[in-house]
Nanobody, 124 residues
Framework: VQLQASGGGSVQAGGSLTLSCEASGRTSNNGAVAWIRQAPGKERESVAAVNLRGGRLFYADSVKGRFTISKDRGRNTVYLQMNSLKPEDTAVYYC??????????????????WGQGTQVTVSS
């Protein structure tokens, strides 16, 4: 599985961005896709995930109500709509995938496939 993330950029606090993660190669219909971020000097943090079959969604408390993860199976793409952005959302955002569905938002080291990161910078 190859993952291609895009859509990062710089915005002011309160602004919005949408990240895209396009999958190619041998993808699993029973898997899941997550967005994971890493802020400077901090550990990686899983922020959202979606099961590809069933569509169950998962969010970290830090982004709940502000971020929305969605999928377009026809385009093999998962999106992360980020609203009401805060300076603390500044990070490199990665999309990641696994071959099995999840029942909770799994930590970063449990995702087997990773795309390259895309930088999100939120200024105050």
């Amino acid at each position: 599985v190859q993952l291609q993330a895009s859509g990062g950029g710089s915005v002011q606090a309160g602004g919005s961005l949408t990240l895209s993660c396009e999958a190619s190669g041998r993808t699993s219909n029973n898997g899941a896709v997550a967005w994971i971020r890493q802020a400077p000097g901090k550990e990686r943090e899983s922020v959202a995930a979606v099961n590809l079959r069933g569509g169950r969604l998962f969010y970290a408390d830090s982004v709940k109500g502000r971020f929305t993860i969605s999928k377009d199976r026809g385009r093999n793409t998962v999106y992360l709509q980020m609203n009401s952005l805060k300076p603390e959302d500044t990070a490199v955002y990665y999309c990641a995938a696994r071959e099995n569905r999840v029942v909770v938002l799994m930590p970063p080291d449990t995702w087997g496939y990773w795309g390259q990161g895309t930088q999100v910078t939120v200024s105050s």
